[in-house]
């Protein structure tokens, strides 16, 4: 079993920053370098998207509204985050953390999911 720990939503001003963080465990010895991880988020009304993506060789991924402004990392393996700037109301959503298991999808009865952290922006 894997679980994944968010933190770091909250609500911000248009143009601003926040940081989001993942923390991942598993009760098996799951080998997380070999694994790529990412950032989803579901803005109301819309359907899940794939924000970022990093993989276990640290090669990254971006969805074209956040290019240039959302920067993902990854240390000690385990630990993923979402360095979000340029902050737009658009970008509102609950954003959730990811390990996919066969490839990037939006079916989230596949791979592994956090809870969940939500981010607003507003004024």
């Known amino acids: 079993q894997v679980q994944l720990v968010e933190s770091g939503g909250g609500l911000v001003q248009p143009g601003g920053s926040l940081r989001l963080s993942c923390a991942a465990s598993a009760a098996s010895g799951l080998i997380f370098r070999t694994y790529a991880m990412g950032w989803y988020r579901q803005a109301p009304g819309k359907q899940l998207e794939l924000v970022a993506g990093?993989?276990?060789?640290?090669?990254t991924n971006y969805a074209e509204s956040v290019k240039g402004r959302f920067t993902i990392s990854r240390e000690n393996v385990k630990n993923v985050y979402l360095q979000m700037s340029s902050l737009k109301p658009e970008d509102t959503a609950v954003y959730y953390c990811n390990v996919p298991t066969t490839s990037w999808t939006t079916d989230r009865t596949k791979g592994y999911w956090g809870q969940g952290t939500e981010v607003t922006v507003s004024s």
């Open positions: 990093i993989s276990g060789s640290g090669r």
